[in-house]
């Protein structure tokens, strides 16, 4: 596969990563269970949503990760790295450090 298609694979798999995470119910007894929300989330029916919200949202995130990784090795290089660099730098002068002219505290002493 080309770098593109794997880039188009990796945005479609992080907005759909990013609908499922939405659509979750909070899991926490955060701030909505201090005000006596806490029980709404206990309705029926209500536990296997959640777990194939769960699991569809690891399943995402491990499929991004290896969408990541794989795209690193379709990312197009050239054969040689040095022929580029030896290109990059023709032209450039090198110079010498310039000698230190301010005196220094012993000189000035003398």
């Known amino acids: 596969m080309s770098y593109t298609a794997f880039l188009i694979l990796?945005?479609?798999?992080?907005?759909?990563?990013?609908?499922?995470?939405?659509?979750?119910?909070?899991k926490g007894g955060?701030?909505?269970s201090s005000f006596g929300g806490g029980g709404a989330q206990s309705l029926g029916g209500v536990?296997?949503?959640?777990?194939f919200l769960?699991?569809?949202?690891?399943?995402?995130?491990?499929?991004m990760f290896?969408?990541?990784?794989l795209?690193?090795?379709?990312?197009?290089?050239?054969?040689?790295?040095?022929f580029q660099l030896k290109n990059t730098l023709e032209?450039?002068?090198?110079?010498?450090p310039v000698e230190n002219t301010i005196?220094?505290?012993n000189d000035s002493l003398k």
Do not use: K
Request: no cysteine; charged share 10%.
């Open 10 to 26: 990796i945005l479609i798999v992080a907005i759909a990563l990013i609908l499922i995470v939405m659509v979750q119910n909070p």
């Open 30 to 32: 955060g701030l909505s």
């Open 47 to 51: 536990q296997n949503t959640n777990n």
């Open 54 to 63: 769960d699991r569809t949202t690891w399943t995402l995130a491990i499929a």
């Open 66 to 69: 290896a969408l990541i990784l």
């Open 71 to 82: 795209a690193n090795f379709a990312i197009p290089r050239s054969g040689d790295d040095n």
């Open 91 to 96: 032209g450039v002068e090198t110079t010498a």
């Open 103 to 105: 005196p220094t505290t």
